[in-house]
């Protein structure tokens, strides 16, 4: 079956490193995008990506964050300054199309611990 | 602002009973909700939809609800099983600024323990 990947399983880094969270989203899917969970907290929206550029983004998707689809099949979100409150599992996500009928795949997830 | 409501943390029920969890919503402008499972280290599993113009979609053990009047949706799974044991979250969707995004609004989830 047919499954969102991401790498690193576990990242750890130091404030005021930029890191970058990779991903292969599922082959024929379209959308894609990155959400993130606070420990104990919800899974919250960053960003969605479609036909190369952002579609959308959230209040946390600030300055610092960044998206990149830089070939066929990885997708990445790049982090620039890390900050203390960026520790969190981040997930990416892929869907065929973008309203009913598709649903998004979840990846396992990235557990980033900034220190 | 939660957009999407999961009131209840935690739930236990007992292996072969039913397992109802519940969810509300305020943003009139969803118009698809799903449930997610998801097991520690992993990221969340699609379960089950349903569209706004339905009030009922049924999955095997797994049968959701909709009372658009209410905002109130609710998950059930009957008979619960043991490896059903999980987080389950409640998520929306809406058509937000006509860009072609399909961004889902978590709640919090529910921590659902099947007792054997």
Known sequence: ???????????????????????????????????????GQKVEFLVSFYNNEISEKSEIFDDQFSVERPDG???TLKIRSTKLEDSAMYFCASSEGDRLNTEAFFGQGTRLTVV | DQQVKQNSPS??????????????????MFDYFLWYKKYPAEGPTFLISISSIKDKNEDGRFTVFLNKSAKHLSLHIVPSQPGDSAVYFCAASGWYSGAGSYQLTFGKGTKLSVIP
């Open chain 1, 1 to 39: 079956e047919p499954e969102v990947t991401q790498t690193p399983s576990h990242q750890v880094t130091q404030m005021g490193q930029e890191v970058i969270l990779r991903c292969v989203p599922i082959s024929n899917h379209l959308y894609f995008y990155w959400y993130r969970q606070i420990l």
């Open chain 1, 73 to 75: 099949s990885n997708f």
């Open chain 2, 11 to 28: 739930l236990s029920v007992q292996e072969g009973r039913i397992s109802i969890l519940n969810c509300d919503y305020t943003n009139s």
